[in-house]
């Protein structure tokens, strides 16, 4: 969409797609959909995403259920275990995921770089003190 063909609404405080468009930039969101190309357990995607807390991965499973992302399943085992898995809708987001994902690899060596040519500009600018 074009700035002048975007409705008004879309740059106000209330736009709905403020929290899921938050929700879709945020790394374990994305990293959790990835992780669900199969159904697993939350150990076995807490196990995958490393650095993930237990609190966090709650969380972000509630937060991707809740927009309709994945879906959580109630296995009938002994004990009680929980299955996620996307929905067709969180499905749709994998081919664009995609390439932003493959955007980011192929620019991570220029961008990391650039961080650091940033990192010493802005040291060597600081006033000494």
Not at 19 to 33: E, G, H, N, R
Not at 86 to 102: A, V
């Amino acid at each position: 969409m074009t700035e002048t063909s975007e409705p008004e609404w879309v740059f106000r405080s209330d736009c709905p797609t403020r929290p899921i468009l938050d929700q879709i930039a945020d790394k374990w969101s994305m990293m959790t959909m990835a992780v669900l190309a199969e159904p697993k357990r939350f150990n076995q995607i807490k196990r995958r995403l490393e650095g993930v807390t237990q609190r966090v991965l709650t969380q972000t499973l509630r937060r991707l259920e809740r927009n309709g992302m994945i879906e959580r399943r109630v296995l009938p085992t002994s004990p009680v275990g929980v299955e996620y898995s996307l929905t067709p809708l969180g499905e749709s987001l994998r081919e664009p995921f995609s390439h932003l994902y493959t955007w980011a690899v192929e620019n991570a060596d220029d961008i990391v770089a650039r961080q650091q040519a940033y990192d010493a500009r802005s040291s060597s600018d600081a006033p000494a003190g």
